[in-house]
């Protein structure tokens, strides 16, 4: 084949001019497709903030179980935490437990006081500071929200593999064994429920606190129990931790936790 | 090569067969599907951005939603004419679109997608009729 010098120019320009089109071609099209305004996204005006979010709990304040149970309805109500008969299906996001559970490696055990032993402490996921479970996460389905310090699950990229149930010292955290929905005792039909294989746990009401509403659990405790900003020092929680003795779960993990026990 | 006829006749049952939802169905088109809007929809007369861009994009901007509430914690959407919206599948848009069956499921069904939206979020929130 003849190849002529000016044909081999040509062809070069007009292979310069199509590498040329596809960016034109793309710019044209793009302007008829998008929406001419850019549309904004914030955060909304009635949202509560905080550095880290923090809970106290007036322990001696609960005499018995039927002091929690309002508690513990009034957030698996509103969250649709399904309950279960069978013990290993089971999923909590609060529930109660005996202080030698909740304090294991923290506090002496061996000779309490009778009260003490007897009195209900509420358990909740701690919203650690350095939270174990997040590391241990391989999709970061979980993670500390820097904004608050909530440690949140996105539930659409948890894949069911429960390292982060492994790596939590609370056993804070319940995996759906089942489809969730058949155990439902009421639907709240604002809040999604969970799927199959997917691993649950208390989220601090983040859906409450973005609407300037406290915790549902905080909000049915009538003064029980107390939230607000760790790293706020004028904060309630900072007044009533600076006033009274309290006590944290295994904190000799050094996880940090943000729920603080007045006993 | 002796078996040429029985090679043809093989391949011209083959290619019968491949092409068998072609010839079955030839000169009918399925319909494209309806959807009908509720009465709240129609009040509203545009969604959260134009028709078209919903139509073809609804899942990009459900995504983008999700990653913003979930991860950034900002939950209000500004569209480009200044109105508000908070972002949430359930809440906002399935509140508006509270037909599944006649929204939804018609176009998903059509084009034969199966999103996995309805195995969490709970449809027609406010139970409108």
């Known amino acids: 084949m003849d190849t002529s010098r000016r044909r081999v120019l040509q062809l070069l320009g007009l292979s310069a001019a199509a590498l040329s089109a596809p960016p034109v071609f793309n710019a044209l099209a793009k302007e008829a497709h998008e929406p001419a305004a850019a549309p904004q996204i914030g955060p909304s005006k009635e949202a509560l903030t905080a550095k880290q979010w923090a809970m106290v709990i007036d322990t001696p304040k609960f005499k018995s179980e039927k002091d929690v149970e309002p508690l513990v309805e009034a957030c698996h109500k509103i969250h649709n935490v399904p309950h279960w008969d069978e013990k290993r299906w089971e999923i909590k996001w609060l529930w109660a437990t005996h202080y030698e559970h909740a304090f294991t490696g923290t506090v002496s055990r061996r000779f309490v006081a009778e009260e003490v032993q007897h009195r209900p402490f509420l358990v909740l996921c701690n919203h650690c500071e350095n939270p174990p479970c997040v590391r241990a996460c391989p999709t970061k389905a979980t993670f500390k929200r820097p904004e608050d310090g909530i440690v949140m699950m996105d539930f659409h990229r948890c894949i069911g593999c429960r390292f982060c149930m492994a790596a939590c010292p609370f056993g804070a955290r319940s995996f759906n064994y089942r489809d969730p929905r058949p155990a439902l005792k009421y639907t709240n039909k604002q809040f999604p429920t969970r799927m199959k294989g997917v691993v649950e746990k208390c989220s601090f009401c983040v859906e409450r606190l973005a609407e300037g509403k406290m915790p549902a659990c905080v909000e049915a405790s009538e003064g029980k129990l107390t939230f607000g900003d760790l790293f706020d020092e004028k904060s309630k929680v900072r007044e009533l931790i600076k006033t009274h003795y309290t006590i944290r779960r295994k904190v000799n993990l050094g996880t940090e936790p943000a729920v603080y026990y007045i006993v | ?129």
Not at chain 2, 69 to 90: C, H
Not at chain 2, 91 to 97: A, E, P, Q, R, V
């Open chain 2, 1 to 129: 090569m002796n078996d040429k006829k029985l090679i043809v006749t093989g391949l011209v049952i083959f290619l019968i067969i491949v092409l068998f939802p072609f010839w079955y169905n030839r000169g009918r088109a399925v319909p494209p599907p309806e959807v009908k809007l509720t009465e709240q929809a129609k009040a509203a007369k545009e969604c959260v951005l134009s028709k078209d861009y919903m139509r073809s994009e609804h899942m990009q901007l459900l995504d983008l939603w999700r990653e913003s509430v979930v991860r950034e914690a900002d939950r209000i959407y500004t569209n480009p004419k200044g109105k508000q919206f908070v972002m949430s599948l359930s809440n906002t848009c399935l509140d508006c679109h509270s037909n599944k069956a006649d929204f939804c499921d018609k176009c998903h069904n059509y084009a034969s997608v199966r999103p996995y939206c309805w195995d969490c979020h709970i449809d027609n929130p406010k139970e409108n009729s």
